[in-house]
């Protein structure tokens, strides 16, 4: 059982968006096919933009979506969401993190980072 949540990295020296941009998703979300090799080895050292790929349904998206949120207040970042998570959280609730152009998520040369989760049971 693993209990981790991964982090996908849009590597700075990339000239794909203006400032780079980090992405969260919850653990066997699939890699995207043009991943780099070459970002730095620890989340701290990422700057720029967040997101999280929406896993779930409605109630597991309203949790990633506040999660997302306070986690970019707390480190300074802007965050965005997936157009997918729109869709589902914008018919009810009055969205303010603007939705990440799938033009960049298509472009990006992502690389998955892990980040334990200290919600697991390994803590209990």
Known sequence: FYSGLDLLALCPDHNVVSSPVAIFCLAGTPVHPNASDSCPKHPASLSGTWTIYPDGRFGN?????????????????QAFIQ????????????????????????????????????????YA
């Not at 998206?61 to 949120?69: E, N, V």
């Not at 993190?97 to 919600?119: G, I, K, N, S």
């Open 83 to 122: 157009p997918a998570m729109h869709a589902v959280l914008a018919p009810v609730f009055r969205i303010t993190l603007p939705v990440l152009a799938p033009e960049v998520d298509r472009h990006a040369p992502w690389r998955e980072l892990e980040l334990h989760d200290w919600m697991s049971e390994d």
């Open 61 to 77: 998206q309203m949790g990633q979506y506040a999660t997302l949120l306070a986690l970019a207040q707390l480190n300074g970042r």
